[in-house]
């Protein structure tokens, strides 16, 4: 049974892994700043299962977007990205140069999909309220 059950959670791992490495470059962070961390292993952690795909996502925009103020952008240009961040509208994305396009948008899509993807799964549970 205990063979059995490692091979359970190993091949759950492998395919979360797979998940989040197919995430990781349909994003194009990875490959489209060659400047920034790729480090998505390191995010990774084998004990929760959505938690650990959220937390392994928001890991990996997080070291990209530290690259871009760090070692990439611009005064003049990361003060726009952070006034794009602050007011949290695509509208004025077209100001940014492309790889803040990009780096925005990764964070814009990804959060609000783990947003509503937990709003969701609360409307799904059942309510004990009266």
């Not at 492998?14 to 480090?39: H, T, V």
């Not at 240009?77 to 006034?83: I, P, R, T, V, Y």
Request: hydrophobic residues 40%; aromatic residues 12%; charged residues 30%.
């Amino acid at each position: 049974m205990a063979n059995l059950d490692f091979n359970m959670v190993q091949s759950l791992l492998q395919g979360e892994l797979k998940d989040m490495s197919r995430w990781w470059e349909d994003i194009g962070l990875g490959k489209n700043l060659s400047f920034a961390r790729d480090r998505l292993m390191e995010c990774f952690d084998p004990k929760f299962g959505d938690c650990r795909k959220s937390l392994t996502k928001l890991g990996a925009l997080i070291t990209t977007i530290d690259d871009v103020y760090d070692v990439y952008g611009y005064l003049d240009e990361l003060q726009l990205f952070s006034a794009v961040v602050d007011r949290w509208d695509i509208k004025p994305v077209e100001t940014l140069p492309d790889y803040m396009k990009l780096c925005f948008l990764a964070l814009y899509n990804t959060t609000n999909k783990m947003a509503y993807d937990i709003l969701k799964q609360k409307r799904s549970e059942p309510s004990f309220h009266s």
